[in-house]
Each structure stands twice: as structure tokens, then as C-alpha cells.
Nanobody, 114 residues
Framework: QVQLVESGGGLVQPGGSLRLSCVAS????????MNWYRQAPGKLRELVAG???????NYADSVKGRFTISRDNAKKTVSLQMNSLKPEDTAVYYC????????WGQGTQVTVSS
């Protein structure tokens, strides 16, 4: 049974920062790529950032230079540091892993508003 539990969302002003974390119950954790997706109201879910088992990263163009994904294999966590947040970053953020199928966390709300 794969479980993903996100935390760290909230309300922040434009230009502010938030750090999201996801704890994954998948073994062996270090073997799998981990991803963060987001879904804004009325929009499709989109890939925000991904990190492979060897630490290679990829980002959506809209967040490059502002967001940083990282992982801690010992703690089985993946984090998303979000800086210089914009109102358009407002969405529910989901942790994701693909293990024969997609697994998703419950999501954490990020709201960027003054």
C-alpha cells in the first residue's frame, strides 16, 4: 500500500515563500522518481517539478528559478521550496509517485493573495 501525505500549505502574500513536504510509504523509496503537481480551480492538473532517484530535477517553465524540489531518502520525504510566490501559483498541490500506476496524496492548499 502506497501512501503519500503532504503538509506545509497555507496562505501567503505575493512574493512570500512556503515549503511543502511529502512523506511517502513506498519501498524502496530511493528507487522511485517523485513529483509535485498542482491543480488550480477550473484547470487541469499540471506537473510542477520532479526529481529522479539520482537527484536529477525538472521544472515547469512557470516555476523555474523560484521553486526547488529536493528529497531525503533516509526520511522518505520530498520537499518543494517555493519562493517569490505569485497569485497564479494558487492551487492544490499534490505529491505523486508512479509505481505501476499513479499514486497521489490528499493535496495541500496553497493560496497566494494580499
Amino acid at each position: 500500500q502506497v501512501q503519500l501525505v503532504e503538509s506545509g500549505g497555507g496562505l501567503v502574500q505575493p512574493g512570500g515563500s512556503l515549503r511543502l513536504s511529502c512523506v511517502a510509504s513506498v519501498n524502496p523509496y530511493s528507487f522511485y522518481s517523485m513529483n509535485w503537481y498542482r491543480q488550480a480551480p477550473g484547470k487541469l492538473r499540471e506537473l510542477v517539478a520532479g526529481i529522479t532517484r539520482d537527484g536529477s530535477t525538472n521544472y515547469a517553465d512557470s516555476v523555474k528559478g523560484r521553486f526547488t524540489i529536493s528529497r531525503d531518502n533516509a526520511k522518505k520525504t520530498v520537499s518543494l521550496q517555493m519562493n517569490s510566490l505569485k497569485p497564479e501559483d494558487t492551487a492544490v498541490y499534490y505529491c505523486n509517485v508512479f509505481l505501476f500506476k499513479d499514486y497521489w496524496g490528499q493535496g495541500t492548499q496553497v493560496t497566494v493573495s494580499s
